[in-house]
């Protein structure tokens, strides 16, 4: 409806974002690209004059989950249009890409679907709206990269925070029979180097010490670079170079087909990689990684782990697994809980096997029963959690380099971030915020740690 756009100077946005950091940031840019319009963030959706729901489609029932909440928003613009207020609804992200046309069938009171690879195109979509009525949907694939039509000027995504993610790398090839990613991302696709760079400039001139690089596959980034391209051990080696107060640098989610030993010796010889590294592997056995079209072998990813070990041996392991993939036997559950064992990982999510229609292994035969994968879950998660506790403990004793992030929830603590990205809490002055101090590790818990300032104690540990 045209007159649901009135140009007042400032405009309430409430994104709701589910699903993986890759959504974080991209709602954080849906932000950014929409700030020239007039719309600036507001806590509640009852006080948005646009609210986007930023969708994921990994987990099960995903479809009915958006509608649900698509219930729950309509209901609140109800409500503001007896108040005289108009309400647009924009459907962002993965179901938003996979769904698209069903979504408008089903919920016409949405105003905008747009898919992940669109969101640069957000004010002209809501200027259509406003010109034009009706509904909008963009779940293209474009030709042009929504990274080149971004505002430059954009506010980082985290402004006034220490820490922050950074989009390098979207989209997969590996087609894993389980996964809708390549589906709902499209192809592997790699941010320009310069781009990623003014960026990541922007980002540490506001104060930010550490990024976070994101990819579906990151460590298949291959950017543009001059005459060639940058691999992503050179990117962060670039970044080091030329970004003297970036101080810390990881990276998320990596595929172990692309983890080329030049990443791996980066791990040793730039100082910002810090000691963790998120590596799914989904199984340990060889018929279900061949079955998932993983394309390595348990095996392989246990020489993997062992290089890098090699150059860090205090390297900081986690992972994804999937239990109950079709096919998947006793034996070869056990051969999962081996690798585990072999590996000793710092953390880890753990999920049933759920069928994603229009993935290959939702159609396979062999569907492992509910009640078994329940089973082989819990058996899971009891020894990655047994695992998580034993590296947490592992660190009593020692001083850690802690980026000192925030106000803690008791009066005069302080929260910080390990080297190995576990949540650390200690008693400090807020002046603190921001540096990078030495803490001693005193106490484990199983999502943190707790500790004091080491210069406090006077002696050494
Ligand atoms: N069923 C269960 N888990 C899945 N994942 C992705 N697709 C599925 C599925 N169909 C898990 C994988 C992946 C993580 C992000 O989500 O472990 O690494
Ligand atoms: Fe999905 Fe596999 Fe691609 Fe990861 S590598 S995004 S699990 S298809």
């Known amino acids: 409806m045209p007159e649901q756009i009135s140009f007042s100077p400032s405009r309430g946005l409430h994104i709701i974002t589910w699903g993986c950091q890759m959504n974080v940031y991209d709602s954080a840019r849906m932000a ?67 769904e698209g046309k069903e979504l408008l069938a089903r919920a016409p009171y949405v105003d905008l679907v747009l898919g992940p690879q669109t969101y640069h195109r957000l004010p002209e979509m809501v200027a259509r709206i406003a010109r034009a009525g009706g509904n909008v949907i963009d779940t293209d694939f474009p030709v042009e990269s929504k990274f080149d039509l971004l505002p430059e000027e954009a506010a980082p995504q985290n ?12 989209g997969c090839d590996k087609f894993c029979s389980f996964c809708v990613v390549p589906y709902t991302r499209g192809a592997e696709t790699s941010r320009p180097v ?9 980002l540490v001139a506001s104060g930010v010490k550490e990024i976070t690089l994101l990819g579906q596959n990151v460590n298949a980034y291959h950017g543009d670079w001059k005459d060639g391209t940058a691999s992503l051990p050179k990117l962060a080696a670039i970044l080091h170079e030329t970004i003297p107060d970036l101080k810390r640098l990881r990276y998320i989610t990596s595929h172990p087909r692309d983890m080329e030993q030049a990443l791996i010796d980066a791990h040793r010889d730039n100082p910002i990689f810090m000691p963790y590294l998120h590596l799914p592997v989904q199984s340990g056995s060889d018929k279900v990684l061949k079955a998932m079209n993983r394309g390595h ?15 860090r041996s205090d390297i900081a392991l986690t992972s994804d697994f999937i239990v ?11 051969a999962t809980m081996q690798l585990v064992r072999d590996i000793r990982f710092a953390s880890a999510y753990s999920f049933k096997y759920s069928q994603r229609p229009g993935t290959p292994a939702a159609g396979q035969p062999f569907q492992v029963a509910e009640d078994v994968k329940e089973k082989r879950l819990a058996v899971l998660q009891a020894l990655l959690r047994e695992q998580q506790d034993a590296f947490n403990a592992s ?15 008791k009066p005069g603590q302080l929260n910080g971030r390990s080297p190995y990205l576990q949540p650390v809490h200690f008693d400090g002055d807020p002046s603190l915020i921001g540096q990078i101090i030495r803490v001693h590790i005193t106490a484990p818990f199983t999502n943190s740690l707790g500790g004091h300032l080491y210069e406090q104690e006077g002696t050494a540990v």
């Open 395 to 409: 660190l009593v004793g020692t001083v850690q380099d802690i980026l000192v992030t925030g106000i803690g929830r």
């Open 324 to 334: 109950g993939h079709p096919g998947e036997t006793d034996e070869d559950f056990e």
């Open 159 to 170: 402004e006034g925070n220490l820490t922050a993610f950074l989009t390098i790398q979207e």
């Open 32 to 98: 950014d690209v929409l700030r020239p319009l007039g719309y600036s963030p507001v806590d509640l959706p009852d006080n948005a004059d646009m609210i986007i729901l930023n969708t994921c489609h990994i987990r099960e029932r995903a479809a009915e989950k958006v509608f649900s909440e698509l219930g729950r928003l309509r209901q609140i613009r109800e409500a503001r249009k007896l108040e005289g207020k108009a309400t647009l609804i924009a459907v962002a992200g993965c179901v938003a890409q996979a």
């Open 297 to 311: 072998t348990a095996d392989e990813y246990r020489d993997i782990i062992r290089r890098l070990r090699a150059v």
């Open 194 to 202: 310069e781009s990623i760079l003014a960026e990541a400039e922007r």
